[in-house]
Each structure stands twice: as structure tokens, then as C-alpha cells.
């Protein structure tokens, strides 16, 4: 079973293809013969079932249902549903299928724009942490050996806290790594799939 991101990723460029197809004048069971043969990820193996299934004696709209209960998005259902509810009752497909991919399209391009609008300031904070971290902790660290003098001077207070901060130059740097990792897996995770 395929999930929602491979379901979701190649729909509209199926929606599309099917819309060509139908529109040159092939019919529905050849357009979905040939969606099946490849290109649209887990859409052309349901096809490909289903044209496998039709071949041992299956029914078109019995196997769409099928099909459609089992789909993890609502946006595939609705398709395998507009296909089906064609073979029962002949309705405008192409009309359905161009309204359908519109309505895809407008999904898709709020789901970039949200993506897009989350992570715009992420390169910002990446530079900022990357760059900065090892800059200030590394003069820290380095201040007892250029100013061996400091750390004995009565009047400076806190000059311990100097010497602390340059033994956790490196567990910092570490830290530092680690969490622009986490930044860079929590924004490849909240990817929303459709490109």
C-alpha cells in the first residue's frame, strides 16, 4: 500500500496524462494501460493491478472501488472515484479530471508556499550557529593562552569562568554540529512531497 507523499507526488501529472490521453481519443481502460507502464510511481503499479486484474475477468468500476477505498489521500480517491463514477454513468470526464487537477495544482501550491514560508529563515539560523558558535567559544578557549596574565589579575572577577568555558570548547562544537543536524532533519522531514 502506497502512502500519502507517494500517492500525492506523481497525482497531478497522472491527472494530467489521463486528461491527454482521453483528450486524443483513447479510451479510459487504454489510458490506464498506459499510466500503468511506468512514470507515475505508486499510481502505475495500482494501474498495472488493475489492468492485471481486468485481464483475468475483473470488472473497470469494481476494481476503481477497490482501489479507491484503499487510497491513503483523499485528492487520489476522488480521482479513482470521477474515473469510476465515468465507466457507471458516462458523465464529461475530461471536465471532471480538469477541474480535479486545478484544484491539485492549488493544494500543491499552498503546501510550497507553507514549506517555503517555514523555512525561510533557516539558512539564516544555520549561518548564524554555524559560523558564530565556533567563532566566540574559539576566542574564549584561546584568551588563557594569549593573555596567560588574565586569569591571575585580582581585578577581573570571573576570570574562572573564562578557563570553564574553554574546557567545553569542544563538547560545544559538538553541540553545535548536532543541533545544526536537527535543524537540517526537522526541515527535510516537513517536506511536503510534491515535487
Not at 503499479?45 to 482501489?67: H, P
Not at 514549506?115 to 567559544?137: A, D, N, R
Request: hydrophobic share 45%; no cysteine.
Amino acid at each position: 500500500m502506497a502512502t500519502n507523499q507517494e500517492e500525492s507526488a506523481d497525482l497531478l501529472y497522472a491527472m494530467r496524462a489521463v486528461m491527454v490521453l482521453l483528450g486524443s481519443g483513447i479510451g479510459l481502460e487504454s489510458a490506464l494501460q498506459m499510466i500503468g507502464r511506468g512514470g507515475y510511481g505508486a499510481i502505475s503499479r495500482d494501474f498495472r493491478e488493475v489492468i492485471s486484474n481486468l485481464q483475468r475477468g475483473s470488472k473497470l468500476e469494481q476494481e476503481l472501488a477497490k482501489l479507491s477505498r484503499d487510497a491513503s489521500t483523499k485528492a487520489y480517491s476522488r480521482f479513482l472515484n470521477t474515473l469510476r463514477t465515468n465507466v457507471t454513468s458516462d458523465t464529461d470526464l475530461l471536465r471532471a479530471l480538469e477541474q480535479q487537477s486545478e484544484r491539485e495544482e492549488e493544494e500543491r501550491n499552498d503546501k510550497l508556499s507553507t514549506y517555503i514560508e517555514k523555512l525561510s529563515g533557516l539558512p539564516t539560523i544555520l549561518l548564524t550557529v554555524g559560523m558564530l558558535s565556533p567563532i566566540i567559544f574559539g576566542v574564549v578557549a584561546m584568551l588563557p593562552t594569549i593573555q596567560p596574565g588574565l586569569l591571575n589579575n585580582p581585578w577581573l572577577p570571573g576570570t574562572g569562568y573564562l578557563v570553564l568555558m574553554a574546557n567545553l570548547f569542544g563538547p560545544v562544537l559538538l553541540l553545535t554540529i548536532l543541533l545544526m543536524v536537527l535543524i537540517g532533519y526537522r526541515a527535510h522531514s516537513s517536506d511536503p512531497g510534491v515535487i
